[in-house]
Nanobody, 119 residues
Framework: QVQLQESGPGLVKPSQTLSLTCTVS??????????WSWIRQPPGKGLEWVGL???????YYSSSLKSRTSISRDTSRNQFSLQLNSVTPEDTAVYFC???????????WGQGTQVTISS
């Protein structure tokens, strides 16, 4: 069973960089069976896709966040990470990491982590 766990600071100051890491177990981030994504949910709003990283390290980002977003990975630790630059209070959200079977048959969610942007 694939399991994911987010980690990172819960409070970030405006204009700084939000950094989160997702640790994956039960599946390899370099396996062609999966791709890996960051998704967020602002308070009172729906889910918003942030971006993904594929098994070969290719990355794809939401057009609205692309200029501020970077997703990277550490294959030795089976982790992938999110960096969101120049954050504002509008970036306050619960951030989830998720893994998807490449045939879309299953999705695996982390528990989510609250990140608040505030001075």
């Amino acid at each position: 069973q694939v399991q994911l766990q987010e980690s990172g600071p819960g409070l970030v100051k405006p204009s700084q960089t939000l950094s989160l890491t997702c640790t994956v177990s039960g599946g390899s981030i370099t396996s062609s069976d999966y791709f890996w994504s960051w998704i967020r949910q602002p308070p009172g709003k729906g889910l918003e896709w942030v971006g993904l990283i594929a098994d070969d390290g290719s990355t794809y980002y939401s057009s609205s966040l692309k200029s501020r977003t970077s997703i990277s990975r550490d294959t030795s630790r089976n982790q992938f990470s999110l960096q969101l630059n120049s954050v504002t209070p509008e970036d306050t959200a619960v951030y989830f990491c998720a893994g998807f079977d490449t045939d879309w048959s299953s999705v695996y969610w982390g528990q989510g982590t609250q990140v608040t942007i505030s001075s």
